[in-house]
């Protein structure tokens, strides 16, 4: 290992700081360690989202180490488990992930906060995908996340120029969930995270499922794909203990007491 990923945690959340001065790029060694962060977060049942973040205030990541590259890690290597970032590829996730972008996300940095499932975002921080500039494509989620987000022409004019879009206009377009000032990232960032945690852990991996399973689907085609088999985090919250514990702790005027079963 590295030590290029930091890992605490604030009760039930994981948190996750990539720390590669000066730009937290990312290389296979990298991506290797964010990985096992990620798996970490999978395997234990006592912490329920992952918060991923980088070091310092001018890059959240700079995306694939380009002097990695220079040295020789070629452009297709493996990035092992997860693809590229530990996250990105990471389609078995069970429990939420929130980025908090405290900087420029560029490239791959970029791709990895998008497949987080929520973003804070610093008034300094910055998107970008410029791989066109460098005879490469983002096609560590870019091409195929970014479309899904932002509209169409928005999106193919960031693919295709390359441009940075600024933390005002990402929040315009619905692209993050919140922004706040420098000093107030952290905290912002960890309060959204505990507001997901606080919910039930069978019911949050359900929401997940059944988003990724149905995007792009219209209304009755997504109803019947949720009906039907192949739904295990969906079918374990009708027949849940926690399924019963929210309305008899809500009707007792009580928090609920989340088993995760």
Known sequence: MSGAVLVET??????????????????????HE??????RLERDPALRVGLLT???????????????????????????PGGFAGLTELFSRRKP??????????????????????????????FALPEVSLGLVADSGGLLRLPRRLPTAV?????????????AEALHWGLVNQVVPPGQLPEAALSLARRVARNAPLALAAVLEVVAATEGMGVEEGFGRMRADGMPAYRAVLGSEDAVEGPRAFAEGRPPVWRGS
């Open 54 to 80: 980088g070091a310092g205030d001018r890059f959240f990541s700079a995306g694939w180490d380009l002097k990695a590259a220079a040295a020789g890690e070629a452009v297709d290597a493996d990035h092992g």
């Open 10 to 31: 604030a009760g039930d959340v994981l948190l996750v700081t990539l720390d590669r001065p000066k730009a937290n790029a990312v290389d296979v060694a990298t991506s």
């Open 34 to 39: 964010l990985h096992a962060a990620f798996e």
């Open 155 to 167: 999106a193919k004019e960031l693919l295709l120029t390359g441009r940075r879009m600024s933390a």
């Open 97 to 126: 992930v929130v980025a908090a972008v405290n900087g420029l996300a560029l490239g791959g940095g970029f791709e990895l906060a998008l497949a987080a499932d929520l973003l804070v975002a610093s008034e300094n921080a910055a």
